[in-house]
C-alpha cells in the first residue's frame, strides 16, 4: 500500500498539489508562477524607462525638485540597504507627501521590512500608542513633524529617527539625516559587491506575508492596525490602475498628490502610478490655488480626494474649466450627484469608488453606463453617486440583512432599492485582519465577510447605493432617515457649501435631524427661509425635514475629510459649537 500511496501522492503532485511540493529529484512544480508582490513595480520602471520623470515636488525650501525613475529607484534601494545595515525591520512613518515618503514605501519593503505609516494630525497620544502598537524599530519623520514624537522619546529612548528635511539637496548641510542614509545604503552596497536589486527582496518569498500597517481614522475608539499583504496590496494597485483608467498607450499619466500617503496606503496609488511610470506630483498640504495652477499648467491627468476636497476645489476662485478631462477618483464619504455634475463642468470626471482602510482604500466601482447619458441631468448624476459593484480583482459585494448578520449569518436583502442592509466585502483585496487583535479581525469577519459598517440598499442591477453609517441613521416616529440623502438634497440650496446631518432628541417623534451648513464666499442664509425651502422641495418627504438649520464657518472633519458627525452630535447636546 505505501508504494500505491506515494505514486498518488506523486500523481496528485503533477496534476497541482501544493506549489512548495517538490519530486524526489527536487523539480519545482510551481514554475509556472510568481509570489505577487507591488514593490517589484519600482525595480520594473526603471528597468524599462529609467529617464522618464517619477517625482515633482516643491521642496519644504520652496524648490521645484524632479527625479527620474533611475534616480527614484536608487534612493529606494540605498534606504534599503541602509535598513538592512541597521538591522531595522518595523520602519514608521509620520511625514506628509513628500519624495521620502514615496521612497519609503518602496525602500522599507524591499529591505524585507513592514511599513507603519501614521496620520500626522493625530495627537501626540495617539501617535505614541500607534507606534508602540505596532512595535516599530526605527521612525522616518519629517522634520516639521518631528514635535510630535517627544512624548514617544520619552517612553521609546532606543528607536531612532531618520529626520527628512524636505529639501532639493541631496548631500551638504541642507540634505539631512534622511539623505545621509540614503547615502550610507549605497555605499554599504558597493562594500558588499554591488549586488543592487538582486541583493533586496522586490519579489518577496511568501506573497501572504505583511508588507504594510495602516492604521484606522480611530474616531471613536483606539485606531486599529490593518494588516496589508503583498498580494492584497498587488492586486489592489493592479485594480486602481484598470478602474481609475491610468495607463496609456503612449505616454504616462501626471498623478497629483491630494490624497494622504499616510491614509491606507494612499489606497494603493504609490504602487498603481509606478507600475504605469507615472509621475508622482507630490504635494505638502491641500493648497487649492497651487492644485489649480498645477492643473492647468502640469497637465495633470489624475488624482484622488473626498468629497468635502473636491467640494473647496470647485468653489475655488481659481476654477475653471480645463481644456483636457482630468480623472477624479473619488472616495471616503458619499459624495452627492450634485458634486459629480459641478465637477464634470470643470471637466473633472469623476471615477466613484468606494472602499475602507481595511479594504486597501477602493474595492467598488460606480460604472457609468451610456444608457444614462439620455437621462436628465439630476438622474445621470444620482446614479453615479451609487457605490456601485466590486473591483476587477475583487469578488462581487452583498448587502445583508444587518440583524442577521450580527449572527454570523448572511442574509441578502431583496434587490429592490428599498430593503436596506449592511454592505460586506469578500475576495483578494480585504486586509488579512487586525494586528495583535484577533477578536476584533473575528467580529470583522462574522460570517466569512468583511463586514464594512455602511447601511446601503441593493438596486436590480447589482450595484450598491449607500445610505448611512449604522450609528449615523436618523429613526423619526418609526421612520429611516439617511442623512446622507438629506445632506444631497440641503447642498442643492444655490447658497450651501456644505452640509452634515445628525440626530437630535425631539420629544414627539424621538428624533428628528439637524442640519448644519457652510456657505458659499459672500453669501448668507437666513435659517428660517431655509427650512422653508427644504419644505418646498419635492425630494424631501415631510418626516426629513430638519427640526432647525445651523450655519457655520466650518464643518468639523476628519483628517481625510469626513465630517466629524460625532462631534457635530456633541455639539448639538451641547447647544453650542465646540
Avoid at 448 to 458: I, P
Amino acid at each position: 500500500m505505501s508504494g500505491a500511496t506515494s505514486r498518488l501522492r506523486s500523481l496528485l503532485g503533477h496534476l497541482g498539489g501544493s506549489p512548495e511540493s517538490k519530486s524526489p529529484v527536487g523539480y519545482d512544480h510551481s514554475h509556472h508562477i510568481h509570489q505577487l508582490s507591488p514593490t517589484y513595480f519600482l525595480e520594473r520602471a526603471a528597468a524599462i524607462e529609467p529617464d522618464a520623470t517619477a517625482i515633482y515636488h516643491v521642496t519644504a525650501n520652496d524648490k521645484v525638485l524632479r527625479r527620474s525613475y533611475a534616480e527614484f529607484a536608487d534612493r529606494a534601494r540605498g534606504l534599503a540597504y541602509f535598513l538592512l545595515k541597521r538591522g531595522y525591520k518595523r520602519v514608521g512613518v509620520l511625514a506628509t507627501n513628500t519624495p521620502a515618503f514615496l521612497e519609503s514605501i518602496f525602500g522599507v519593503v524591499v529591505a524585507g521590512g513592514v511599513i507603519v505609516p501614521v496620520n500626522y494630525r493625530l495627537k501626540p497620544d495617539d501617535i505614541t500608542y500607534i507606534f508602540d502598537f505596532a512595535e516599530v524599530d526605527s521612525i522616518i519623520v519629517d522634520q516639521e513633524y518631528a514635535p510630535l514624537l517627544d512624548e514617544f522619546k520619552k517612553s521609546h529612548p532606543n528607536v531612532p529617527f531618520i529626520i527628512d528635511l524636505d529639501t532639493d539637496a541631496t548631500e551638504g548641510e541642507l540634505s539631512g539625516p534622511f539623505d545621509e542614509a540614503v547615502l550610507e545604503g549605497l555605499q554599504y552596497d558597493r562594500a558588499q559587491g554591488g549586488k543592487g536589486w538582486a541583493g533586496l527582496q522586490s519579489q518577496c518569498a511568501n506573497e501572504d506575508d505583511m508588507l504594510a500597517i495602516p492604521f484606522t481614522s480611530g474616531t471613536t475608539s483606539r485606531p486599529k492596525g490593518c494588516v496589508y499583504t503583498h498580494r492584497g496590496a498587488f492586486l489592489a494597485a493592479l485594480a486602481n490602475v484598470v478602474e481609475s483608467g491610468l495607463n496609456y498607450d503612449y505616454g504616462s499619466c501626471k498623478y497629483l498628490w491630494t490624497l494622504p500617503m499616510f491614509h491606507a496606503m494612499g489606497w494603493t496609488f504609490p504602487w498603481a502610478v509606478t507600475a504605469v511610470r507615472g509621475t508622482h506630483y507630490c504635494l505638502r498640504k491641500i493648497d487649492y490655488p497651487l492644485i489649480w495652477r498645477l492643473l492647468k499648467e502640469e497637465g495633470i491627468t489624475h488624482f484622488n480626494a473626498a468629497p468635502t476636497v473636491l467640494t473647496l476645489l470647485c468653489a475655488s476662485k481659481e476654477a475653471v474649466r480645463l481644456p483636457e478631462p482630468v480623472r477624479v477618483t473619488v472616495a471616503a464619504s458619499p459624495p452627492t450627484g450634485h458634486l459629480f455634475e459641478q465637477m464634470t463642468n470643470l471637466n473633472l470626471r469623476p471615477v466613484h469608488v468606494y472602499g475602507m482602510t481595511e479594504t486597501y482604500g477602493p474595492i467598488t466601482k460606480g460604472y457609468p453606463m451610456p444608457s444614462w447619458d439620455a437621462l436628465p441631468p439630476h438622474e445621470k448624476y444620482a446614479k453615479m453617486a451609487r457605490q456601485g459593484h466590486g473591483f476587477l480583482t475583487s469578488l462581487p459585494i452583498r448587502v445583508v440583512k444587518p440583524a442577521d448578520a450580527e449572527d454570523g449569518v448572511l442574509i441578502d436583502v431583496t434587490r429592490d432599492g428599498n430593503e436596506i442592509g449592511e454592505i460586506v466585502f469578500f475576495g483578494n483585496i480585504c486586509a488579512k485582519g487586525y494586528y495583535r487583535d484577533p477578536e476584533a479581525t473575528r467580529k470583522l469577519f462574522a460570517g466569512g465577510g468583511l463586514h464594512s459598517g455602511d447601511l446601503a440598499v441593493w438596486h436590480p442591477d447589482g450595484s450598491a447605493q449607500i445610505q448611512d453609517r449604522a450609528k449615523d441613521i436618523i429613526i423619526s416616529g418609526g421612520e429611516n432617515i439617511s442623512s446622507v440623502a438629506l445632506e444631497s438634497a440641503l447642498v442643492q440650496h444655490p447658497d450651501v457649501l456644505e452640509a452634515g446631518v445628525v440626530a437630535v432628541p425631539d420629544s414627539h417623534w424621538g428624533e428628528r435631524p439637524k442640519a448644519y451648513l457652510t456657505l458659499r464666499e459672500g453669501k448668507t442664509l437666513d435659517p428660517a427661509a431655509m427650512l422653508e425651502w427644504v419644505r418646498s422641495q419635492g425630494s424631501i418627504s415631510r418626516y426629513m425635514v430638519p427640526r432647525e438649520v445651523e450655519v457655520l464657518a466650518e464643518l468639523p472633519k476628519t483628517s481625510t475629510g469626513k465630517i466629524q458627525k460625532n462631534v457635530l452630535r456633541e455639539w448639538s447636546k451641547k447647544g453650542k459649537r465646540g
